[in-house]
């Protein structure tokens, strides 16, 4: 009797446990690739999105993070790494950093946040049916340089001289520059073009801008000047340049305003891609989201520290102001 029973019970603990076992969660690996600097706020947005829809980072899914200090290199580099460790997706930012994983790689579905146009950078068919491997969040970076500039100028109505430094063989940097130029034109600015291609010649050019050069800072992102962005404020508020930026985590670090797009907004609003790509929808499948909301941020502080005073109008329009 003792023996049926303690076989029965055996039995019964067995087929509990290998439910238990089969039900046990996969957790993804998600390979994340981005140029480094404040654009790193996507990630934090990315995390809150997952979460929002159930998926927690250790349990659900992990991320490996390359920072590639805007070095295309490296991004060609950790993409093949990437498809070689067969994770489930790559999450890339940044033009230049996307388009390295897209050559690099052969079949490793890509999540994508983008400031330009992907259709125009044939790293998609279309947005409404991207057509392979790549999907994501496009959000219109270049297409608000000039009213960058007619703000930095309503901000600061004696500046004449405007200073930006960026890497000419970026494409979507060349394109805004030349944005920038008309702009310039229009306003009556004259705008002082400086050109880098390594971290160590942004670094020197910074160094070398000389007292009364000129009345301000235009930023002008690519994936080098992103991975330099805090030296660049940095800089640019020990040589008394206003600083007119595109990210708003740069103004609460000492930056004088940004227009432009909420990094972690953008994040939170990609994760629902890399849900439904680990969930098995093919990157075809899903249209291409343009996040077209923009944000006027100024620093108070920073102003006070140039001795710039901000037309009450401006100061009006903007969504945050740092005091």
Same mark, same amino acid.
């Given at each position: 009797?003792?023996?049926?029973?303690?076989?029965?019970?055996?039995?019964?603990?067995?087929?509990?446990?290998?439910?238990?076992?089969?039900?046990?969660?996969?957790?993804?690996?998600?390979?994340?690739?981005?140029?480094?600097?404040?654009?790193?706020?996507?990630?934090?947005?990315?995390?809150?999105?997952?979460?929002?829809?159930?998926?927690?980072?250790?349990?659900?899914?992990?991320?490996?993070?390359?920072?590639?200090?805007?070095?295309?290199?490296?991004?060609?580099?950790?993409?093949?790494?990437?498809?070689?460790?067969?994770?489930?997706?790559?999450? @890339?930012? =940044?033009?230049?950093? &996307?388009?390295? *994983?897209?050559?690099?790689? /052969?079949?490793?579905? !890509? $999540?994508? +946040?983008?400031?330009?146009?992907?259709?125009?950078?044939?790293?998609?068919?279309?947005?409404?049916?991207?057509?392979?491997?790549?999907?994501?969040?496009?959000?219109?970076?270049?297409?608000?340089?000039?009213?960058?500039?007619?703000?930095?100028?309503?901000?600061?109505?004696?500046?004449?001289?405007?200073?930006?430094?960026?890497?000419?063989?970026?494409?979507?940097?060349?394109?805004?520059?030349?944005?920038?130029?008309?702009?310039?034109?229009?306003?009556?600015?004259?705008?002082?073009?400086?050109?880098?291609?390594?971290?160590?010649?942004?670094?020197?050019?910074?160094?070398?801008?000389?007292?009364?050069? @000129?009345? =301000?800072?235009?930023? &002008?992102?690519? *994936?080098?000047?992103?991975? /330099?962005?805090?030296? !660049? $404020?940095? +800089?640019?508020?020990?040589?008394?340049?206003?600083?007119?930026?595109?990210?708003?985590?740069?103004?609460?670090?000492?930056?004088?305003?940004?227009?432009?797009?909420?990094?972690?907004?953008?994040?939170?609003?990609?994760?629902?891609?890399?849900?439904?790509?680990?969930?098995?929808?093919?990157?075809?499948?899903?249209?291409?989201?343009?996040?077209?909301?923009?944000?006027?941020?100024?620093?108070?502080?920073?102003?006070?520290?140039?001795?710039?005073?901000?037309?009450?109008?401006?100061?009006?329009?903007?969504?945050?102001?740092?005091?």
């Amino acid at each position: 009797m003792s023996k049926i029973f303690y076989l029965t019970l055996n039995l019964w603990l067995f087929a509990l446990c290998v439910p238990s076992h089969a039900q046990q969660p996969k957790t993804y690996r998600i390979g994340v690739i981005f140029p480094g600097g404040p654009i790193s706020m996507t990630l934090d947005g990315l995390r809150q999105g997952l979460s929002d829809l159930g998926l927690q980072e250790g349990k659900q899914y992990t991320l490996t993070i390359k920072d590639t200090k805007g070095d295309p290199k490296a991004a060609d580099e950790a993409a093949r790494e990437f498809e070689r460790d067969k994770v489930s997706l790559i999450y @890339a930012i =940044a033009s230049s950093v &996307i388009t390295a *994983a897209k050559e690099a790689t /052969q079949s490793v579905p !890509i $999540v994508f +946040t983008v400031g330009s146009d992907p259709v125009a950078m044939k790293l998609v068919d279309d947005f409404v049916k991207p057509g392979g491997r790549l999907t994501g969040i496009h959000y219109p970076v270049k297409d608000l340089t000039a009213k960058r500039l007619e703000i930095l100028k309503e901000m600061h109505p004696k500046v004449s001289r405007v200073l930006t430094v960026y890497d000419p063989k970026h494409d979507v940097a060349k394109d805004g520059a030349e944005l920038a130029r008309q702009e310039a034109k229009r306003l009556g600015l004259k705008l002082i073009e400086r050109h880098v291609s390594s971290p160590e010649e942004v670094r020197k050019t910074l160094q070398e801008i000389k007292t009364k050069e @000129a009345d =301000a800072f235009f930023y &002008i992102a690519d *994936a080098l000047m992103v991975s /330099q962005a805090q030296l !660049i $404020v940095d +800089t640019a508020n020990q040589k008394k340049l206003p600083t007119m930026l595109q990210d708003q985590s740069l103004v609460a670090k000492g930056g004088l305003a940004s227009y432009g797009q909420n990094y972690e907004e953008i994040g939170r609003a990609s994760a629902k891609y890399v849900q439904r790509i680990l969930s098995g929808t093919s990157p075809k499948e899903l249209k291409i989201e343009t996040v077209d909301s923009v944000e006027l941020v100024i620093n108070l502080k920073t102003a006070k520290l140039l001795g710039v005073t901000i037309p009450p109008q401006v100061l009006a329009r903007a969504k945050k102001v740092i005091k």
